[in-house]
């Protein structure tokens, strides 16, 4: 298993490898070794799957303390941008965003830790996204962001994604007062 690391903090992309043979392929898609090199020990708790049309925008999401979760996320078929931000005050890079294209023909898998917004464009049709949380579900608890919030600029690679009633509204960084801290 490779792994990358990125300008901002916290943020790794694993590429698993996979083992093709006339039968097909075969890949680890977890292994909690995958963290050790970088000194995390992320207990998941929950999977969660969705599947989405080609040109789908789901986010900017996260769920506030003390339900904040890490996310671990890939794609099983399909194509899609991924996108996280920094919103953990007193971090360097707060506000500042990565993108990691994740598909599925290298498998990779990017690790989002507590403290971001998360969100996705997907490229493809039926792009089956799937990710492990490190904590449950607490409706109560959800916030997000702004998708196309001009002061993060995220360059979502397609115009005109189609976005959900709920995420059209969400506020802009500008007016959030962030819960997360370094
Ligand atoms: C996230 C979640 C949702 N739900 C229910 C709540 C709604 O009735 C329905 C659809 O939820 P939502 O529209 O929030 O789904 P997404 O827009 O894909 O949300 C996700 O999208 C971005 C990319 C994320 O990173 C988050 O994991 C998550 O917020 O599933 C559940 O029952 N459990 C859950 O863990």
Known sequence: MESKTYPIEGLIEFIPRVFKDDRGFFLE????????????????????QSVSKKGVLRGLHFQKPP???G???????????????????GSAT???????LLDS?????????PGFAHGFVTLEENTTFLYKCTDYYQQAAEGGIL??????????????PLVSAKDEVLPLLKDFDSPFSV
């Open 71 to 89: 996310k671990l996320v890939r794609v099983a078929s399909g194509k899609a941008i991924d996108i996280a931000v920094d919103l953990r005050r």
């Open 147 to 160: 998708w196309n919030d001009p002061q993060i600029g995220i360059d979502w690679g397609i115009s005109d």
């Open 105 to 113: 023909e290298r498998h990779n898998m990017f690790w989002v830790p």
């Open 29 to 48: 898609t977890f292994s909690q070794k995958m963290f050790e090199p970088f000194g995390i020990d992320p207990v998941f708790v929950q999977d969660n």
């Open 67 to 69: 339900f904040a979760q």
């Open 94 to 100: 707060y506000g500042q965003y990565v993108s990691c």
